[in-house]
């Protein structure tokens, strides 16, 4: 992949991970005014609709082999299921702001099961960007241990960084031969089916309930099915595709940023100095922690090479 190739897949995913920053504050409002696992399982089919009109206006369907619907599956099963699950869930007991935070740990989950699992390489300057991304969520958190308390909702969210890690892995395996877009698709089409049969057991008026809530609310329940999840993650799939999944898995270290950001501006939630320091770190975490300055070092070196054999 050349260096514009390259430059606008990650501007892609940044603007991914702003729109989830905001569609965690979103989220947390339609819980507060829906039922929040069946307005899940409506959440995730609409994205899942929006991916197949992509898909059937590309012309980029096709028939999955047998391997292919497993690894499908199975991140469907941890990537959808669980993660909008125990998220939806994990919102109705702890604030926007907290849940960004935990979902930065997201990176560094993804990257410790890529080296594992896929054999993806950790040089040095990666490492070090995963520390800064910690360091930087440190002091989003408020830079003091002795804040940290792990509450039901906490332990729910953290859960759902460990399933979202897992899925990227299979989504991974899948994209080795089959598109990124179409595997959004069947993820979301199947994973919504499977989280409504849930939403029925475990909320039997949550139906009647979906019918009661302000035409706000169902505007912002359409831009968080269709712009942040269906658009999002068809990106952010196609990233991985690109990328790999540790690389890509290291922007969700702006969510927290951003949720913190929308939270303030939404949810009148205050932003402090150790928070803004927390991000400084972020950034340059995720420029280390994605190889990019590693790439472009070793580029410039190339060429610098490549000119003084020329004048020589």
Known sequence: MNQKKLLLTYVSVFLVT?????NMVIIKVLVEDLPPQ???????????????????????FRRLSKREWIYTLLGMLFG???????????LTMIDASNASLILALVP?????????????????????GFILALIGVFFIQGGSFGDMQLSQGELLLFLAVLVQAISFIFVKKATATLDSKQITTIMYLIGSIGLLIISLITEPEG??????????????????????????????????????????????NFVPFFGLVFSALF?????????????????????????????VWVNRRRRVHHTEKSSG
């Open 38 to 60: 069946t307005m899940t399982a409506f959440r995730i089919m609409m994205a899942g609709v929006t991916a197949l009109i992509i898909i059937v206006l590309g012309k980029s």
């Open 207 to 252: 139906l009647s309930q979906m019918t009661s809530a302000s035409p706000f609310t169902y505007f912002l329940f359409i831009v968080s099915g269709v712009v942040a999840t269906g658009v999002g993650y068809m990106v952010f799939n196609a990233a991985i595709e690109k990328i790999g999944a540790g690389q890509t898995a290291i922007f969700n």
């Open 108 to 128: 560094l989950t993804t990257a410790i099961l890529a080296v594992l699992i896929l054999g993806e390489q950790l040089t040095k300057l990666r490492i070090i």
């Open 80 to 90: 959808v299921v669980l993660h909008h699950l125990l998220i939806a869930v994990g």
């Open 267 to 295: 949810l009148s939630e205050s932003i402090t100095i150790p928070q803004l320091i927390g991000f400084a770190f972020i950034v340059f975490g995720v420029l280390f922690g994605t190889g990019y300055i590693e790439r």
């Open 18 to 22: 702003a729109i989830w920053g905001l």
